[in-house]
Every structure is written in structure tokens, then in C-alpha cells.
């Protein structure tokens, strides 16, 4: 069986076709943001030069999901980027995106490790169930970060727990704000 602890191998052919060493199949680049969003790391190759063509590749399923709607990115975030392929700042930005990310990370594990057993919200009525929605929430939030810190999966039946409609989410980050205010009252 291969390692799946390193980078997920994948070989671009000279038909552009993208091969999965490991599966010995064909991926989209749908499969390959599937593979990312589960938390695996992957390494796109050129079979004929050997290029490491990762970063086009990843450029591009960004391009993709960002031309769908699914607007991540403001424009003035990608502005900001383009200009910085022009001056002097284009040497530390990708520093400070991935310190700017990891300190994202590490905000969302402390969010939940505040939601934890130490926390005197506990005694409320009704916040462990608060609670699992919130964390439902944060993870599906979270979901597609490489190395993205979220709650272990519970050991809980799927039928037990239906996925949540707009209006419940809507419903979930407002009490997710709610709790934020009573905890900001809590701490002064």
C-alpha cells in the first residue's frame, strides 16, 4: 500500500491528462481539490520535463471555484495581489498569506478549545447542543484549509443528524454571535 503521509503524486501526460500514481487512475481537477479539502497535500509533475507544476495547478482550481460564485477573495485582496507582482512587497506577501493563514488556524482551534469542558457556559441550558452546532459549523466553514484544526469527527450515527438547511445555518451563526457577546461580557 502507498504512503499516505507524503504528497499525493500526480503526473500530468502530455495530453494534459492528470494521472493518480497512487490509484493508477485519471483525476479532474475537481478530485484534486477533493484530495486538498480532505487534507492530503499533492504534487502535480510534468511526466515529460519533470516541472513541478503544482502551483499552476492550484492557481487554477481557485480560478474555477472563484469563476462559479463561490467568491472567497475580494477584489480588493486580488487587486492588492497584482499589484504586488509589480513592487518590492512582492518578497515578503507569501509570508505573511501563509502566517496570515496558520494564525487563522490556530484562532479557529482556540474557538473550539474555548467551547470546551473548561468553559462556564457549560452550565447554561441547552449549550452542549449550541455547542455540536458550532462546531458542525466551524468545521464545514474550515473545510478545504489544508491543515485546517477542527473538532475529531464524533462517533455519532449520520442519520441521527441531518445536514443543515440555510435557515439552520443562518440560526447557527447567529447564536454564534450571541455567544461571542455573552463571552466578550464573561471576560471583563
Request: glycine share 6%; aromatic share 6%; charged share 25%.
Amino acid at each position: 500500500m502507498a504512503d499516505k503521509t507524503g504528497p499525493l503524486l500526480i503526473k500530468r501526460y502530455a495530453s494534459r491528462r492528470l494521472y493518480n500514481t497512487e490509484t493508477s487512475d485519471y483525476v479532474t481537477l475537481e478530485d484534486i481539490a477533493a484530495f486538498i479539502r480532505s487534507g492530503r497535500e499533492v504534487q502535480i509533475v510534468d511526466l515529460k520535463t519533470g516541472d513541478d507544476l503544482t502551483r499552476q495547478y492550484l492557481l487554477q482550481i481557485i480560478a474555477e471555484h472563484e469563476s462559479r460564485g463561490e467568491n472567497v477573495l475580494p477584489i480588493n485582496v486580488l487587486t492588492d495581489l497584482v499589484r504586488t507582482y509589480t513592487t518590492q512587497a512582492q518578497s515578503f506577501v507569501p509570508q505573511f498569506l501563509a502566517s496570515s493563514f496558520e494564525m487563522l488556524r490556530e484562532s479557529q482551534a482556540k474557538l473550539m478549545e474555548n467551547l470546551g469542558a473548561m468553559n462556564p457556559m457549560n452550565a447554561v441550558p441547552g449549550f452542549e447542543a449550541m455547542r455540536r452546532q458550532q462546531e458542525a459549523f466551524l468545521k464545514q466553514m474550515m473545510s478545504g484549509w489544508t491543515g485546517a484544526s477542527g473538532p475529531a469527527p464524533e462517533d455519532e450515527d449520520d442519520d441521527e443528524a441531518p445536514a443543515a438547511t440555510a435557515d439552520e445555518l443562518s440560526e447557527i451563526r447567529r447564536q454564534v454571535a450571541d455567544l461571542q457577546r455573552k463571552l466578550s461580557k464573561i471576560g471583563k
